[in-house]
């Protein structure tokens, strides 16, 4: 089993759960860019702070029918905004 790595320091985007990102470089809200632990590495990170730390099951998160994508600002490039 695979799971995600919710930072609870680093708060939340809106009501987005903020998650390590992959290869465990930085924090996102964004799934597609969410680092996938195995059970092993989850356990090993979430034992020595459990407070700061929360393994979710990326099964269940990635089934869940209430999960929306989430568009990152920094990596918009403000001139592609219409102005009318």
């Known amino acids: 089993m695979e799971y ?22 930085g924090y996102t809200a964004d799934l597609n860019n969410s680092h996938k632990f195995t059970e092993e590495e ?27 994508r989430v568009t990152d600002s920094q990596y918009l490039d403000s001139s592609n905004i219409k102005q009318w």
């Open 42 to 68: 989850a356990k090993q990170i979430c034992t020595g702070n459990p407070e700061k730390n929360k393994a979710w099951a990326v099964d269940y998160i990635d089934n869940n029918k209430g999960i929306q």
């Open 4 to 25: 995600y790595i919710q930072n609870t320091n680093a708060g939340y985007l809106g009501n987005a759960i903020i998650f390590w990102a992959k290869g465990r470089n």
